[in-house]
């Protein structure tokens, strides 16, 4: 089936530090991939939309110049968290469509434990 | 506005209960009806549904999708205590929209 790799799944970072989060579609090619953030004990929240060749569409109240996404091929798109804070801490979520498929479910990555201290 | 309701938000069970989550949904060009079992990371997919009255199952777990009333039901039969997880539905939407409840978190005490 589809596989979306996540990395890091785990990363601890200094507060003012920028960290780079990749969400990778192994053996299907997305045009579209979607991140989103949770909270402990709450649903998926969407962040951002990401188009390949494209901008990224963003959700009202997510900073852009805060979480740049780059979707630079069918496979790959990157969440920078930039001069991250402590309140940035979360777990972050990426998910894929498959590009082919019609009403393709959504594929996810096992998502990304941010820390920032 | 659209959106997408899942109730209870919180279910404690036993092992051997049936449990019924409900998912309605609000939303333009509706497309899809997905369910998806969360544990302690990722969610992983358990059904799409796209057409009224067809149930779909898979081992204990079946869900139908109700398109004139604007929800889905995942039921489950003889719970175990692995089936404790956060149950998530998300409705699709548009092209490429698609929106999630809050989600239901179930317990299954043994």
């Known amino acids: 089936g589809a596989v979306v790799s996540q990395h890091p799944s785990r990363v601890i970072c200094k507060s003012g530090t920028s960290v780079k989060i990749e969400c990778r579609s192994l053996?299907?090619?997305?045009?579209?991939m979607f991140w989103y953030r949770q909270f402990p004990k709450q649903s998926l929240m969407l962040m951002a939309t990401s188009n390949e060749g494209s901008k990224a569409t963003y959700e009202q109240g997510v900073e852009k110049d805060k979480f740049l996404i780059n979707h630079a091929s069918l496979t790959l798109s990157t969440l920078t968290v930039t001069s991250a804070h402590p309140e940035d801490s979360s777990f972050y979520i990426c998910?894929?469509?498959?590009?082919?498929?019609?009403?393709?479910?959504?594929?996810f990555g096992n998502g990304t434990r941010l820390t920032v201290t | 506005e659209d959106k997408v309701v899942q109730s209870p938000l919180s279910l404690v069970v036993h092992e051997g209960d049936t449990v019924t989550l409900n998912c309605s949904y609000e939303v333009t060009n509706f497309r899809s009806l997905l369910w998806y079992k969360q544990e302690k990371k990722a969610p992983t997919f358990l059904f799409m549904l796209?057409?009224?009255?067809i149930e779909k199952k898979s081992g204990r777990l079946s869900s139908i999708l109700d398109k004139k009333e604007l929800f889905s039901i995942l039921n489950i039969t003889a719970t175990q205590t692995g089936d404790s997880a956060i149950y998530l539905c998300?409705?699709?939407?548009?092209?490429?929209?698609?929106?999630f409840g809050a989600g239901t978190r179930l317990t299954v005490k043994p």
């Open positions: 796209t057409s009224s009255g």
């Open positions: 998910s894929a469509k498959e590009q082919v498929i019609y009403n393709s479910p959504l594929h």
């Open positions: 053996d299907f090619q997305a045009t579209t």
């Open positions: 998300a409705a699709g939407y548009n092209n490429n929209d698609m929106r």
